[in-house]
């Protein structure tokens, strides 16, 4: 069974620090992209950054408002993946969750979101 | 900006009734970079649909996903009473993930 659990969230004020884990179990990590979605108190979902697997050259995405900000990295040996995310804002205030991410390939390319973890939650305040 | 436009905001019906939610692309985004996921009050988004029209694994039949271009569908044939719930779409391209922000298929 597959199965990803979010850690690491909680209270922390503006412009400080906090890093989330995702640890999974239940398929070969290295095999596959990670992605963390958030969704704020009663809003929808935002996509916030994506890593590739090593086959992909492990490469990383991420959404406009946590570039420079906010990075994303994998543990291949541990199956983990994690958020790192500097200088936050009351609006990073929100429920994060990690997603495992498969790959529809045809002439082209579509990753999507197939399994997801219950989510950490980060408060942003003073 | 790319923005996908889901309608309606809420659908409000009955066990058994067919329900139609509808996902607009702001420009076209081709064929199968479309998905559909389902979210239940305090629990975490499930995949039902991708590349437009693949049931992911374990997903019933009456939940079916069709459309190209700029125009979506997620059409759920008869309504179970586990099926209320927030349903989101969402597109790949680009390097990005852009969710619509959900429709609402709520007990009539």
Known sequence: ?126 | EFVLTQSPGTLSLSPGDRATLSCRASQSVGSRFLAWYQQKAGQAPRLLIYGDSSRATGIPDRFSGSGSGTDFTLTISRLEPEDFAVYYCQHYGWSRWTFGQGTKVEIK
Not at chain 1, 9 to 31: A, E, H, I, M, Y
Not at chain 1, 60 to 77: G, H, K, L, P, Q
Not at chain 1, 83 to 93: R, V
Request: hydrophobic share 35%.
């Open chain 1, 1 to 126: 069974e597959v199965q990803l659990v979010e850690s690491g969230g909680g209270l922390v004020q503006p412009g400080r620090s906090l890093k989330l884990s995702c640890t999974t179990s239940g398929f070969t990590f290295g095999d596959y992209a990670m992605s963390w979605i958030r969704q704020a108190p009663g809003k929808g979902l935002e996509w916030v950054a994506f890593i590739r697997n090593k086959a992909y050259g492990g490469t990383t995405e991420y959404a406009a408002s946590v570039r420079d900000r906010f990075t994303i990295s994998r543990d291949d040996s541990k199956s983990i993946a994690t958020l790192e995310m500097n200088s936050l804002k009351t609006e990073d205030t929100a429920l994060y969750y990690c997603a495992r991410v498969d790959l529809l390939v045809w002439f082209g390319e579509m990753y999507y979101f197939d399994h997801w973890g219950q989510g950490s939650l980060v408060t942003v305040s003073s």
